[in-house]
């Protein structure tokens, strides 16, 4: 099992930029592929980006270019760098693990809130 605690988010202006941050423990981080979520109010969880352990990414269409997610296997940590922010970006962000044999995410951390005034 591995834990997850999400940091970073706050309240910054359109256009502006934040990078949150997600530090794991428990097994083997590099055994996981680590993904970046969001859900904002009244709408569902949506997938934002996921990293492979070898470094590989992925990124839904509507943050391509804007995001980038990043991990760092030595220090279990993995990244999201948010640039352009727009006031539709605000959202509780939530970080999330899964082995990478396995397509759902099982773990979960407990979000940070991201909030862009426009």
């Known amino acids: 099992q591995v834990q997850l605690v999400e940091s970073g988010g706050g309240l910054v202006q359109r256009g502006g930029s934040l990078r949150l941050s997600c530090a794991a423990s428990g097994r083997t981080f590099s055994n996981y592929v680590m993904g970046w979520f969001r859900q904002a109010p009244g709408k569902e969880r949506e997938y934002l980006a996921h990293?492979?352990?070898?470094?590989?990414?992925y990124y839904a269409d509507s943050v391509k270019g804007r995001f980038t997610i990043s991990r760092d296997n030595a220090k279990n940590m993995v990244y999201l760098q948010m640039n352009s922010l727009e006031p539709e970006d605000t959202a509780d962000y939530y970080c999330?693990?899964?082995?990478?044999?396995?397509?759902?995410?099982?773990?979960w951390g407990q979000g940070t809130q991201v909030t862009v005034s426009s």
């Open positions: 990293i492979w352990s070898s470094g590989s990414t």
């Open positions: 999330a693990a899964r082995v990478e044999s396995r397509t759902v995410f099982a773990y």
